[in-house]
């Protein structure tokens, strides 16, 4: 498998060039994000940010590096079943539960429980993310639940900012278009 695609923001303030590949351990995902930042409410700040995310073989999230052009960088590891540390080795033990991320400026992280839990969405899934906010690139644990609502169709729910959406991916579980948020950029 291998992935390239591009994401502009529904305002067309932002954009997002994004590659997805098959690895020997998994997956790894690259993005380059040049937008407007999101939050619990949209504040407008403009920014530029690149994220590797690498996932295993099961979509579970075991590194995450992420620098902000002239701010702030991130570096978190997972063990794939809820721990986390960061850039010094200390564990994160507020982000115990999460198995994946949210990466507020880009949609692709919506890709890792719809991957990582595939069938099981057809009932709704309550999970715990790592929740990482651009520019400033801080992290905190936060609600979330997913439901399959058809192919290619998911029901995004914010539990700790309630907010849902309905997703449209494609078959690989890509983001095609986030209502109010992001659309794929074709051609």
Do not use: K
């Not at 690149?50 to 978190?76: M, N, P």
């Not at 198995?99 to 692709?108: R, V």
């Amino acid at each position: 498998m291998q992935r390239m695609c591009r994401w502009t923001t529904e305002e067309g303030e932002g954009l997002e060039h994004f590659t997805l590949a098959q690895t020997e351990e998994g997956f790894a995902a690259d993005g380059v994000v040049i937008g407007p930042s999101f939050g619990s409410m949209f504040t407008g700040e403009l920014f530029g940010c690149s994220y590797a995310v690498r996932c295993d073989a099961r979509w579970r999230v075991r590194r995450v590096q992420l620098r902000v052009a002239g701010g702030a960088t991130l570096l978190l590891r997972g063990d794939g079943e809820g721990h986390w540390s960061g850039v010094d080795g200390d564990p994160l033990p507020a982000l115990d539960g999460c198995i994946d991320i949210d990466i507020t400026g880009t949609p692709f992280t919506n890709t890792l429980p719809i991957r990582r839990l595939g069938e099981r969405l057809h009932e709704r899934q309550e999970i715990r993310v790592a929740y990482i906010t651009l520019p400033e690139a801080s992290v905190a644990p936060s609600r979330q639940a997913y439901t399959a609502l058809g192919t290619g169709r998911y029901l995004f729910e914010s539990l700790s900012n309630p907010f849902q959406a309905e997703i449209v991916t494609d078959a690989d579980g890509l983001v095609v278009h986030y209502p109010g948020l992001f659309r794929r950029i074709t051609g």
